[in-house]
C-alpha cells in the first residue's frame, strides 16, 4: 500500500492497463484500426479476432444503433434502410465500426456473444423476427489497397471498383466472375449477382477518396464517368434487394485536410448528393462517448465496483471556505463540487475537467482526431502514473488537466492535431515546455526550479511538483484558443489543477502561493497576461506568433454555423431593391420542417418584389438543387404543391449558387477568423493589431464580392402557351441578383419588365384584345401583377400613362351605362375604379335634328361620373352586366333647396335559400352584385352602417377568399363542420 492509497483508494489498484498498452510503453502500436488487416489478415493485428474487439469495443449508443440497424436489414425481412454512410472526421472511429460490421457478419455466432453483440441483437429484436446472419457474404472493397487499371492478388484480374465487387462477392469464381461482368456495370446485373448469391450481402467501401485522388490522374481521368456510374447503380441495387447492406466511408469535405483536384472534389460531390438521397449518414461516436471508449481501450474491464463514491466525498470535504470562494464557484455550471461525483463516474479515472477540456474544446479543432488523438495522449499518461504508483511514488487520484507528463507525452500531445499544420507553433510550444515547463529527463525548467524554491521555503501541498503541474495545466489551457475568444486560463482553474481531497489535501494558501511564485518574476518566462473588461485576468504561454499562425489557429476553431449566418447577414446588407416597390427577405425556417406556407408568409402581395432567400437554406446547381427548385416553384404558384398566392406575377426570387456560396462561406471563416486573432491581440502589439484590422477588413471587402458573385440566380413566372418557372442566372459578375436594378434590366431584356415611358400604347391593347371582354381600370392595373402576360412596370403612374395614350388611339373608358366618359388627361383615370370598362371606340350615328328641338345642353354627351377629380365608380368582371346601380335618368324639374337628410334602414333577410339551381344561384348573384355597386368605394353615396349575417354551406375548399376578406373588414367568421 503507497503512500497515496493510504489516504484516499488509487485507480491504479482497481484498474489494470491492458496487455497493448504495457507492452508497449504506452505508445499503443495499432492505435488505428485496419479494416484491410483485419480481413485480409496482412498483419497480424489483436483486432482480427472478434473476443479482442469486443473485449476493447465500447457500446455506445451510436454504435449500438448503428450494428441493429445494419443487422435488421441483412437478417430480417422488415423493411430497414440499406445503405449508410460515415463521414465523420479522422479519428472518428470508422475504421473501428467496419472491423465490428464484419465481425458481425462473418462470425455472427462469436460477435453476439460479445458484450456488444448481446446490446446489438436486443435491440435488433424490438419488434423485429429473429436476426439470421448465418452464411453472409461480406464483400470489403478497401480502396486504400487498390489501384485504377491495376490488379493485385486480393481481386484476381479486376482492374475497377464494378470487376472488384464482383469478384469479391463469387468468392473467386471465375466463371460466375466472366459472366457478370461481361453484363456490365448496370443496376440489372447488380441485383442479379447480389440475388443469385442466396445470403445476406454486407458491402463496406472504405476510404474512397483514396482511390478517386488516384483516379483523377491524367491516366486514368478517363475510367471515372464509368466508375461513377457502377456506384450509382450499386446504391439503387442495393436498395431494391432484400437483406443487402452497403456501408460507404468518405469524410464530409470540411473535414477532410487533404487538397483534392476539381476531378476528385466533383466525384465526391456526386456520390455524397446520392448518400444524402438515398441513404442514412450515421455519427459513430460522439462527444459524450469519449470518456466511456477511452477508459475501455486503455483499462482491462474491472471485477468490481469502483471506489467513486468515495472519492468524490473526499474531494468535496476538502474544499474549504477559501477553495468554494475564490476557485470552484468561479469556474463556471457543471465544474465546480456540483455534481461532482456524477462527472466523476462517467470520465473515471481522469478527472471531469481533463475530459471536459478534451470534449468541449480540443475536440472542436478540426485536426484533432478525437478518439485515437486522445488515446494516444492519455495512454502514454495513464502508463506513466501506473508505474509511479507501483514504485511507491506519489501519482494523482484523478488524472487532471495539469497530469498529462510532458516528460513522455508532449509529442502525443503536439502531434494530436491541435496544432495541425501550423510547424511553427508546434515548434514553439516544444520549447516553451522544455524551457518553461520540464525537461525530458524532468532536470530543469522553470517551473521545476519553483518547485525547488518552493520545498526550500517549506510550502507544503501534499504533492511533489506543484508547480510543474499547474504550468502544464496552463499550457493545455494555451494551446489552442478558448470560447468566446478568449486564451489561456484564469486563476481559479489553475489553482484547481494541483487542489486535492480530503487526505492529500492542498491547504488554499499554499496553492496561492505556487500560483505566485508561477506567475511571479522569477516564474514562467513565457507568460502574458491579459485584463479583459469585466472578467478576470488570464495568464497564457505565448510563442509570440505571426498572424499567420494566429490566423490558422483561429480558423480551426470557426463554426460551421456562423458562416452561414456571416453570408447570410452581408447579403442582406448588400441587397437593394432598385426599382422594384419592395425587397422580401426570407429566412431559413428554424424549423426544416415548417410547411412552406408559413416559411413564405406574408411574400405575396399587389406590390413589384425581389424575393431574396436565405442562402444557408436555398442553393440552386451543382446537382444538389432539386428541394429549392420545388421550393422556388411552389412559391410562384405552380409545382407539385403550389401555395396559394395571387400576385406572382410580379414576384421575381433571387437565389445563390451552391459553389459560389461555398467559396462565400469559406471567405466567411476568413472574416470569423481575423475577428478572432483581433480580440485575442493586446493593446501593446499596436503594429500586429493594425495589420490584422487592415486584413479583416480586406477579407469583408472579398466576401461581399464573393456574395454579390454568389447570387447569380433569379427566377420569375413566363406564360408562353403554358404557365412555367423561367430559372435564369447572370454569368457576367459585373451583375448580381442581389441588385433590384441589374434584375430589372434582365427582366427588360428579356420582355418581362419595361422601362419608364418605354410601354407602347399598342403593346397593351394587343395585350388587351386577347380577353373576351373589356375590363375596368382595376382589371387592368391588377392585369399588371397577377398576370405573367403583362410586363412588369415601373409604377402605376406608368399605367395611367398608356391608359391615356390608348383612350387617343381608337380606345374609350364606358361607365355603366356604356357612356363614353371625358378624359382630359391621366390624373383624370381612375385606376381603381371597376364601374368603368376598358374598350375600343365604338362609333354611334349622328342623331337626326327634331323640329323645335332645343340645343343639347351640357349633359348632351352623357353624365359625367367622373365628379370633377377623375374617380370613377364601381367596376365589371364580366362584360357589360355592371355592379353599379342604374343611374337615374336627369329630373328636369328645376333645383330646389336642399333639405335635411333622411336615413332609412334597409333589411334583407333570406333564410336557408337553396342555390342549387341555376336561375336561384343567378337571382343571389344579381342580389350581391347589386349590393357591391351601391357600397363601392368611388360611389359618393352618403351610406353609414353596414351589418352582414351570411351563411354559406359549401364544399371545402370552394369557399374562395371569403375568410381572408371578411376577417380583413374586422368581421368574425366561424367555420363548422355539417352533415348537409
Known amino acids: 500500500m503507497t503512500a497515496t492509497a493510504a489516504h484516499a483508494p488509487h485507480w491504479a489498484d482497481f484498474l489494470k492497463l491492458r496487455p497493448e498498452v504495457r507492452t508497449s510503453d504506452g505508445s499503443i502500436g495499432e492505435l488505428q484500426m485496419s479494416l484491410h488487416k483485419a480481413v485480409y489478415q496482412t498483419v497480424d493485428v489483436p483486432y482480427r479476432k472478434v473476443e479482442y474487439y469486443g473485449d476493447i469495443t465500447e457500446p455506445t449508443p451510436n454504435l449500438v444503433g448503428f450494428f441493429s440497424r445494419v443487422a435488421r436489414r441483412l437478417g430480417t425481412e422488415a423493411d430497414a434502410p440499406a445503405l449508410f454512410h460515415l463521414d465523420q472526421g479522422m479519428g472518428g472511429g470508422k475504421s473501428h465500426a467496419l472491423v465490428g460490421l464484419y465481425h458481425m457478419a462473418n462470425s455472427p455466432a462469436d460477435f453476439f456473444a460479445t458484450e456488444l453483440g448481446q446490446r446489438v441483437h436486443q435491440e435488433t429484436g424490438h419488434g423485429a423476427a429473429a436476426v439470421d446472419l448465418e452464411g453472409a457474404t461480406v464483400v470489403t472493397l478497401t480502396a486504400d ?5 491495376s490488379t493485385n492478388e486480393v481481386f484476381g484480374p479486376a482492374t475497377n471498383l464494378f470487376e472488384r465487387f464482383v469478384w469479391a462477392l463469387v468468392g473467386s469464381d471465375m466463371d460466375r466472375y466472366k459472366r457478370h461482368v461481361a453484363a456490365g456495370p448496370n443496376k440489372g446485373t447488380l441485383q442479379q449477382a447480389l440475388t443469385e448469391s442466396g445470403r445476406p450481402v454486407l458491402i463496406l467501401l472504405d476510404e474512397l477518396m483514396d482511390y478517386v485522388l488516384a483516379l483523377s490522374d491524367v491516366a486514368h481521368i478517363d475510367t471515372m464517368p464509368g466508375e461513377k456510374a457502377f456506384l450509382n447503380a450499386l446504391m439503387d441495387a442495393c436498395d431494391d434487394v432484400p437483406r443487402v447492406a452497403f456501408v460507404v466511408v468518405m469524410i464530409r469535405s470540411e473535414l477532410d485536410e ?38 475501455r481501450r486503455l483499462f ?11 472519492l468524490a466525498r473526499r ?11 475564490k476557485v470552484f464557484e468561479k469556474l463556471g455550471p457543471n465544474r465546480g463540487l456540483s455534481g461532482f461525483e456524477d462527472r466523476t463516474s462517467a470520465s473515471y479515472p481522469f478527472h471531469p475537467e481533463l475530459m471536459r477540456l478534451v470534449r468541449e474544446e480540443w475536440a472542436q479543432v478540426s485536426g484533432f482526431q478525437r478518439v485515437r488523438s486522445t488515446v494516444a495522449i492519455f495512454a502514454r499518461t495513464a502508463m506513466h502514473w501506473v508505474t509511479e504508483h507501483k514504485a511507491g511514488r506519489w501519482a494523482p487520484l484523478l488524472i487532471g488537466v495539469g497530469d498529462i507528463p510532458l516528460t513522455v507525452a508532449l509529442e502525443q500531445l503536439l502531434s494530436s492535431g491541435l496544432l495541425l499544420g501550423n510547424d511553427r507553433a508546434i515548434q514553439g510550444y516544444r520549447a516553451v515546455a522544455s524551457t518553461d515547463i520540464t525537461s525530458t529527463d524532468g532536470g530543469t525548467g522553470r517551473a521545476v526550479v519553483v518547485d525547488a524554491a518552493l520545498r526550500h521555503d517549506g510550502v507544503t501541498v501534499a504533492q511533489p511538483a506543484p508547480a510543474v503541474r499547474m504550468a502544464t495545466a496552463l499550457l493545455c489551457y494555451s494551446i489552442v484558443g478558448r470560447p468566446q475568444g478568449r486564451r489561456g486560463a484564469t486563476k481559479a482553474e489553475l489553482l484547481a489543477a494541483i487542489y486535492g481531497p480530503a487526505g492529500v489535501g492542498v491547504p488554499f494558501p499554499a496553492a496561492d502561493e505556487v500560483f505566485n511564485k508561477l506567475t511571479g518574476d522569477e516564474g514562467l518566462g513565457a507568460l502574458e497576461v491579459t485584463t479583459p473588461t469585466n472578467a478576470p485576468a488570464r495568464w497564457h504561454l505565448s510563442i509570440k506568433q505571426t498572424l499567420r499562425m494566429y490566423f490558422t489557429a483561429a480558423m480551426a476553431l470557426v463554426p460551421l454555423d456562423a458562416r452561414g449566418e456571416l453570408v447570410w447577414r452581408e447579403a442582406r446588407r448588400l441587397a437593394s431593391k432598385g426599382t422594384f416597390d419592395e425587397l422580401v427577405l426570407v429566412d431559413r425556417p428554424a424549423d426544416d420542417r415548417a410547411p412552406l406556407d408559413k416559411v413564405f408568409e406574408g411574400v405575396d402581395s399587389a406590390e413589384n418584389r425581389l424575393v431574396l432567400l436565405d442562402p444557408r437554406r436555398w442553393t440552386l446547381l451543382n446537382g444538389k438543387d432539386s428541394v429549392s427548385r420545388d421550393d422556388i416553384t411552389a412559391l410562384l404558384g405552380l409545382g407539385d404543391q403550389p401555395l396559394r398566392v395571387d400576385n406572382a406575377a410580379s414576384c421575381v426570387v433571387a437565389c445563390v449558387n451552391t459553389q459560389r456560396r461555398d467559396i462565400a462561406l469559406k471567405r466567411a471563416a476568413e472574416v470569423l477568423a481575423w475577428r478572432e486573432v483581433i480580440k485575442q491581440l493586446t493593446d501593446d502589439t499596436e503594429d500586429e493589431l493594425r495589420d490584422a484590422r487592415s486584413k479583416h477588413d480586406d477579407a469583408v471587402g472579398k466576401l461581399r464580392r464573393d456574395i454579390e458573385r454568389a447570387y447569380q440566380h433569379y427566377a420569375y413566372l413566363v406564360r408562353a402557351g403554358d404557365l ?7 454569368d457576367e459578375d459585373s451583375r448580381t441578383a442581389l441588385n433590384g436594378g441589374h434584375l430589372w434590366t434582365a427582366l427588360v431584356e428579356a420582355g418581362r419588365a419595361t422601362l419608364p415611358a418605354a410601354l407602347s400604347a399598342g403593346y397593351l391593347a394587343a395585350l388587351l384584345e386577347g380577353f373576351d371582354r373589356a375590363l375596368t381600370p382595376r382589371e387592368v392595373v391588377q392585369a399588371f401583377y397577377k398576370n405573367p402576360s403583362f410586363p412588369l412596370v415601373t409604377s402605376t403612374d406608368e399605367i395611367r400613362r398608356v391608359l391615356f395614350e390608348l383612350l387617343t388611339t381608337g380606345w374609350e373608358l364606358v361607365d355603366a351605362d356604356g357612356n363614353s366618359l371625358s378624359i382630359t388627361g391621366p390624373g383624370q383615370i381612375s385606376i381603381n375604379s371597376i364601374s368603368q370598362s376598358l374598350r375600343r371606340r365604338i362609333e354611334k350615328p349622328s342623331p337626326t335634328p327634331t323640329p323645335g328641338a332645343q340645343p343639347a345642353g351640357p349633359m348632351a354627351s352623357g353624365p359625367d361620373v367622373l365628379g370633377g377629380d377623375g374617380d370613377g365608380d364601381g367596376a365589371t368582371l364580366f362584360g357589360g352586366d355592371e355592379y353599379r346601380a342604374d343611374p337615374a335618368p336627369p329630373d328636369p324639374t328645376p333645383l330646389q333647396p336642399s333639405r335635411p337628410k333622411v336615413y332609412k334602414r334597409y333589411r334583407v333577410e333570406l333564410a336557408n335559400r337553396s342555390i342549387t339551381g341555376a336561375d336561384t344561384r343567378d337571382q343571389a348573384w344579381q342580389l350581391l352584385k347589386e349590393l357591391a355597386k351601391v357600397i363601392d368605394s368611388a360611389n359618393p353615396a352618403d351610406h353609414q352602417l353596414l351589418s352582414i349575417n351570411l ?4 364544399v371545402e375548399g370552394e369557399q374562395g377568399q371569403i375568410e381572408g376578406k371578411a376577417q380583413a373588414l374586422g368581421a368574425q367568421v366561424r367555420v363548422e363542420d355539417d352533415d348537409f
Not at 489497397?145 to 487499371?149: C, L, V
Open 145 to 149: 489497397y487498390f489501384s485504377p487499371g
Open 258 to 295: 487533404r487538397g483534392y483536384p476539381p476531378q476528385a472534389l466533383d466525384f465526391r460531390d456526386y456520390v455524397a448528393a446520392r448518400l444524402v438521397r438515398n441513404g442514412q449518414t450515421v455519427p459513430v461516436t460522439e462527444a459524450q462517448d469519449f470518456s466511456a471508449i477511452i477508459r
Open 300 to 310: 482491462e474491464l474491472p471485477d468490481g465496483e469502483l471506489p467513486i463514491r468515495d
Open 315 to 325: 474531494y468535496v470535504a476538502a474544499a474549504e471556505q477559501a477553495w468554494r470562494d
Open 724 to 730: 412555367y418557372v423561367e430559372f435564369k442566372r447572370f
Open 951 to 954: 351563411t354559406l354551406v359549401t
